[in-house]
């Protein structure tokens, strides 16, 4: 193999589109790529795009107009840089990026990747490439594990994908075309990821999947399991402090989730699970397949098992037909639920999808005035939600050094950064910290306890622009 050649990957949108690209870099490190940070360094650049929303999806555009002069100029120097565009964008206008830009050497889907070497070679011998069919066979049965160098630099939360797709076509959403239909991975198959992640320092697993708890996996018993009893296996295994999942489907919550929830100290208690709207005409048109009272009733079964749990969702304001009524039948279903926290968006008509067609769109001024008033209520419940910590000691699990130095951060069990003044010894453990204040969204404490003494009690028990996915 010649010189290690260079990959630049820039990820945009949800969670497992982070981990896809980690999955990415491990399929082509045998190939001899090195990640880098420097775009103007590298000999491959992958986009690993988003198409949930208007705005996600018109970033790949511009992006490929900057990297062109930055090919033109690595060109002049002699040197070859090809551009890949992976992800959702690539599976849904992959033609259409073909045509508008020639920079663009391989286009790639989010169920092909796994082909991304014998892509690059076809790019190379016969001109540009695009493949973006749903294959049959698993890609993750054909990409190459990480590396154990790999997962050390990743820390100590790592995302598994446990399924992909979605069957449940809401009206709005691309995520049923780009992702395709609803797919599990065998439990083992899962079981064997979490333990090369475990013996390689990962204290935290999060479960990845368009609607995880859709999961339906094969079990070793040959029979299919839910996603309560993948999760009661993986919490056996040694070494994984914390586990979590995301993202819920209301209609999926099943007995086996909540008795997971009830028994496994293990699994957080902050469970993301988008409601979109508090209005049942509104729930109704996006084919939601629930009402505000089903969704109400999901919460109560999940709190009746665990009284500390928290929510976190996801909100579309201004879906076609929507009216004042059904706006504040959303700040009511907010102001009833109380959540730690949640992602609000405007409506985006995407092509092809039922809601593009309808007429009766709401104003961007009210969309625009919609999202304020529920931004400002949900950022007032996050608000709350935090400085309830003041004063308690929680556990943190220890991530790495802070910015400040002589600090580092953690997250509590629903996700804030915790920050204190230690030393790096602790990073991987699960601490118990005293909070005593609260800066903007980072909670600051000291540690309750010396950290020698808990260091063996392992056993029981995202950057925020990133977006939620699915569900
Ligand atoms: N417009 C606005 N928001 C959308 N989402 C999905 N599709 C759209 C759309 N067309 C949001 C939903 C989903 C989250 C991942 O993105 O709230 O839960
Ligand atoms: Fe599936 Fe979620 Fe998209 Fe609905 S919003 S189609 S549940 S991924």
Known sequence: MGPPRKLHIKSYGCQMNVYDAQRMVDTLAPEGFVETADVDD???????????????????????????????????????????VAGCVAQAEGDEIIRRAPVVDVVVGPQSYHHLPQLLARAKSHGRALETEFPVEDKFGFLPPPKPDAIRARGISAFVTVQEGCDKFCTFCVVPY?????????????????????????????????????????????????????????????????????????????DTLIA?????????????????????????????????????????????????????????????????????????????????????????????????????????????????????????????????????????????????????VGRTAYLQPAHVMASPDIIGQVLPVTIASLERYSLLGELAAPASSRAADFSQTTDSSQTTMGA
């Open 178 to 254: 780009t992702r395709g239909t609803e797919v599990s991975r065998p439990v083992a198959k899962i079981v064997d990821d979490v333990l090369r992640l475990a013996d390689n320092g990962v204290r935290e697993i999060t479960l990845i999947g368009q609607n995880v708890n859709a999961y339906h996996g094969e079990g070793p018993d040959g029979r299919t399991w839910p996603l309560g009893a993948l999760l009661r296996r993986l919490a056996e295994i040694p070494g994984i402090a914390r586990l979590r999942y995301s993202t819920s489907h209301p209609r999926d919550v099943d």
């Open 260 to 408: 997971a929830h009830r028994d496994l100290p293990g699994l957080m208690p902050f469970v993301h699970l988008p409601v979109q709207s508090g209005s049942d005409r509104i729930l109704a048109a996006m084919n939601r397949k629930h009402t505000a009272d089903d969704y109400r009733a999901v919460i109560d079964r999940f709190r009746a098992v665990r009284q500390d749990i928290a929510f976190s969702s996801d909100f579309i304001v201004g879906f076609p037909t929507e009216t004042e009524e059904d706006f504040s039948a959303t700040l009511a279903l907010v102001r009833q639920i109380g959540y730690a926290g949640a992602y609000s968006f405007k409506y985006s008509p995407r092509p092809g999808t039922p809601a593009a067609d309808m007429r009766e769109t709401v104003s961007a001024t009210e969309m625009d005035e919609r999202l304020v008033r529920l931004q400002e209520l949900i950022d007032s419940q996050q608000s709350a939600f935090n400085a309830a910590a003041i004063g308690n000691t929680v556990d943190v699990l220890f991530e790495r050094a802070a910015r400040n130095p002589g600090q580092i």
């Open 42 to 84: 590298a000999d491959l650049v992958i986009l690993n795009t988003c198409h949930i929303r208007e705005k996600a999806s018109e970033k790949v555009y511009s992006e490929l107009g900057r990297l062109r002069v930055v090919k033109d100029e690595a060109a002049r120097n002699g040197r070859q840089m090809n551009i890949a």
